[in-house]
């Protein structure tokens, strides 16, 4: 978690005054994993959502999805006998 917290110090910068709170999760049966964050901000609230990477990095863009793709591969066969 220490990761989501300095993602959500570079992206709100709240004071010490200012109270942080998740205030939802999110998780998918793919995986995908995220956050709401909110703070109290001058006029209100602000929020914002963070998603979880493959590689554990917190970031406030959702990770790419995978693509189908499709894949060749060239097989070696030998022929009984032969040499």
């Not at 110090?9 to 004071?15: F, I, V, Y």
């Not at 990477?53 to 591969?73: C, E, I």
């Amino acid at each position: 978690m220490r990761q989501l917290r300095m993602a959500v110090e570079k992206w709100l910068a709240p004071t010490s005054a200012a109270s942080v709170r998740v205030t939802r999760l999110t998780g998918s049966a793919s995986g995908r994993q995220g956050v709401r964050v909110e703070i109290d901000g001058p006029k209100g609230p602000i929020s914002l959502h963070f998603f979880r990477h493959g590689d554990g990095a917190w970031q406030v863009f959702p990770p790419a999805r995978a693509s189908l793709t499709m894949g060749a591969y060239a097989a070696v066969i030998r022929a009984r006998g032969a040499t």
